[in-house]
């Protein structure tokens, strides 16, 4: 089995700053796209950020220029860094990754616990 484990969540400011962290861990093969995706109270989940094993990164519209997606893939740690943060990114933020855990077979989509980040004075 794989696993994921996010961190780094919490209560700031607005206009404040935040980081979270996710590790893919278990049996791994290989990981393809690392995402963040997010769900506020009596919201569907949306997907925020992503990024694929080659860097390509991709990002929802409401965080362009807030926020940045990165990876180590040799440690299969994906990473968000969150700026200039406003009241309406508070939501519980889950890792998914698409995880190949054995060679030749087909990768599976994984997701971490959640982790919330509420941005309030």
């Known amino acids: 089995q794989a696993q994921l484990g996010e961190s780094g969540g919490g209560l700031v400011q607005p206009g404040g700053s935040l980081r979270l962290s996710c590790v893919a861990s278990g049996t791994i093969s290989n990981v393809y796209d690392m995402d963040w995706y997010r769900q506020a109270p009596g919201k569907q989940r949306e997907l925020v950020a992503s990024i694929s094993d080659a860097g390509r990164t991709n990002y929802a519209d409401s965080v362009k220029g807030r926020f940045v997606v990165s990876r180590d893939n040799v440690k299969n740690t994906v990473w968000l860094q969150m700026q200039s943060l406003r009241p309406e990114d508070t939501a519980v933020y889950y890792c998914?990754?698409?995880?190949?855990?054995?060679?030749?077979?087909?990768?599976?989509?994984?997701w971490g616990q959640g982790t919330q980040v509420t941005v309030s004075s």
């Open positions: 998914s990754a698409q995880i190949v855990r054995s060679v030749g077979w087909g990768w599976e989509r994984y």
